[in-house]
């Protein structure tokens, strides 16, 4: 009798589960989709005649016609609009690049690697210093630092990180010498010794909002009605901290990350140009000074996906790790671990 | 502080001795603090404090241009989705959640290259991508609104959709998104600077925050004040919208 009941709960759960992850992925293929239809249209938000605006007023005819004719735009829209599509989900492409001439696609995967590896570095200063400033101004609540880390956000949100990038650059680079001005280094050294200081830079714009909300999520876990229980069991307050309120805080940390990351990724690109990386930014802002549209639409689509899928991910990470994410909307107003 | 920008951007034909865009090639790369001219000059040995002073009126009123726009529209699409709930409001979290997949930047860079550079290109651009902020508020807003007793009331009155929207949620909605659009000017005002640094915003020669401090960035090893000094300008108009958007929201919360 009770097997047959707890059979039934774990067969439901697991539908459950498995129902929010086919919800998950449908919600972000549908996302995806509307993006591929948004590239496309961007083409569209250009002024005049894009052939014209690659090639100049004075190009000639025939020239505009030829270019015309590659982008396709004789043929009707529809048309257009579904060579794209079989394009993007055939090939995973956009098309030649009008400067290159080779596959956009290429490109993008030639150039991508130095910036995955650019916000990953990032990422990780990131999320290392992140954690530990907010569990300081947690954890010493009303003090000096913590008074300090909720101030920091209000002078930080209106700075350029181009911005602080130059002033990093001018003290580390050039007048202490620690770093190279730009560019990246070779062999495995020197690349990552290079790509410290926009790594830190591209950190330095995310910290702040995220210790601040990382600050409320942990003060919020540290008063809830779990941690005091555990507090009257007289269990020693570094495993409360280890085992329980580390463990209730990771799902928050991650879902605050995972969208600061969409945000992170556009940032590194205009960083890249401060410090002459060559990677996806160098990448975009060559194809838009000799208006390559088919390759800034690559960049696009290929820093959009990447979104989504990190944001998938991540959203299945966090309802593995915590059964309440699946079931938000019937929540049962129960916020105790 | 913010008063004070607007004012010295106001008067700041009245009190600068130079022309902003006067080059004065016997007279380069001036230390500030020199004789005749406060800020220094730059490498065209154009005064700095004209060009900060001109380059504030430029930026404010672009951003203040560029932000009209988003903030009515985002306010209302977010108003309409959380008010109707259900189909219109899956339909407008589709749509920003699109939105969101872009990377901010990413979105704002190919949007303004495509739009085409300078003023015009960045009204549209903003026009674009800045509404979703505002929808995102309003629409969380509207919904808690939505099953009150006076919404119910306005409704048995036999009010329309568009009047419960416009009169009755739109004065409880408005002190929150005008707290917002503090913060969003601060952020949009970044966004105008970053695309001048990168070349596709305002174009020279008109002053302008961001391009100046991309002027500034070859001769940072000699003369760093040239790229400094509009980085700070930036960082205290975002700090005095701050602070008036945190001003704003504690007379309202009591």
Not at chain 1, 273 to 280: I, K, L, S, T, Y
């Amino acid at each position: 009798m009770t097997a047959d009941i707890q059979y039934k709960i774990k067969k439901e759960t697991r539908l459950r589960a498995g129902h929010h992850f086919v919800y998950a992925l449908l919600r972000a293929l549908s996302v995806v989709v509307l993006i591929t239809i948004a590239v496309f249209f961007l083409m569209r938000l250009v002024p005049g005649d894009p052939a014209v605006m690659v090639l100049g007023e004075h190009a000639d005819e025939a020239e505009i016609q030829k270019l015309r004719e590659q982008l396709m735009l004789n043929e009707p829209l529809s048309k257009q609009f579904a060579a794209f599509l079989g394009n993007i989900f055939l090939h995973f492409d956009t098309g030649d690049s009008i400067k290159y001439g080779v596959s956009s696609r290429d490109l993008v995967l030639q150039y991508a690697p130095v910036t995955l590896a650019l916000v990953a570095y990032a990422s990780v200063i990131t999320v290392i210093s992140a954690v530990i400033l907010a569990f300081l101004a947690a954890t010493h609540k009303d003090s000096l630092i913590d008074h300090a880390i909720r101030v920091i956000p209000a002078f930080t949100q209106g700075m350029p990180v181009f911005w602080i990038g130059l002033i990093l650059i001018s003290v580390f680079a050039v007048n202490l010498g620690w770093f190279p001005v730009g560019g990246v280094g070779s062999g495995m050294g020197g690349f990552w010794h290079s790509l410290t200081l926009p790594a830190v830079t591209i950190a330095l714009g995310q910290i702040p909002s995220l210790v601040r909300s990382l600050r409320e999520q942990l003060l919020e876990i540290m008063d809830a009605d779990f941690v005091l229980t555990l507090r009257a069991a007289k269990i020693p307050e570094s495993v409360i901290f280890r085992k329980h309120i580390f463990k209730n805080a990771f799902v928050p940390t991650l879902m605050l990350f995972s969208v600061n990351l969409s945000y992170m990724i556009g940032g590194t690109l205009i960083i890249e140009r401060v410090f002459a990386v060559r990677g996806m930014g160098k990448l975009l802002f060559d194809a838009i000074s000799n208006r390559d549209f088919p390759l800034v639409q690559a960049v696009t689509l290929y820093c959009a996906v990447f979104v989504v899928l990190i944001s998938l991910i991540t959203e299945l990470i966090a309802a593995k790790a915590d059964p309440r994410m699946r079931q938000k909307e019937k929540s049962f107003g129960n916020n105790a671990g | 502080m913010m008063g004070l920008l607007i004012l010295l951007a106001l008067t700041a034909p009245y009190i600068c001795r130079y022309d902003p865009m006067a080059q004065d090639l016997y007279a380069t790369l001036k230390k500030p603090m020199t004789e005749g001219h406060l800020l220094g000059t730059d490498q065209l040995g154009r005064d700095i404090l004209s060009r900060i002073l001109y380059a504030a009126r430029t930026d404010l009123s672009v951003m203040a241009a560029a932000e009209v726009f988003p903030f009515f529209a985002g306010t209302f699409i977010g108003m309409a989705a959380g008010y109707f709930g259900g189909r219109a409001d899956a339909v407008i979290s589709l749509i920003t959640d699109t939105f969101i997949a872009f990377p901010y930047y990413l979105l704002v860079i190919v949007v303004a290259f495509m739009t085409g550079a300078g003023i015009h290109g960045i009204i549209v651009t903003f026009m674009i991508v800045g509404w979703l902020v505002y929808a995102r508020v309003a629409k969380a807003l509207a919904a808690s609104f939505r099953n009150t007793e006076w919404v119910e009331a306005a409704k048995l009155l036999g009010y329309s959709d568009l009047r419960i929207i416009a009169f009755e949620i739109f004065p409880n909605v408005l002190p929150q998104v005008v707290v917002v659009l503090m913060t969003d000017m601060a952020a949009l005002l970044v966004s105008i600077v970053t695309l001048g640094y990168l070349g596709i915003g305002i174009s020279p020669p008109t002053p302008d925050w961001g391009s100046m401090i991309s002027e500034g960035q070859s001769l940072i090893n000699t003369a760093p004040y040239l790229s400094l000094i509009p980085g700070f300008m930036v960082v205290y108009t975002g700090i005095a919208l701050s602070l008036i958007g945190d001003g704003l929201a504690d007379r309202w919360r009591r």
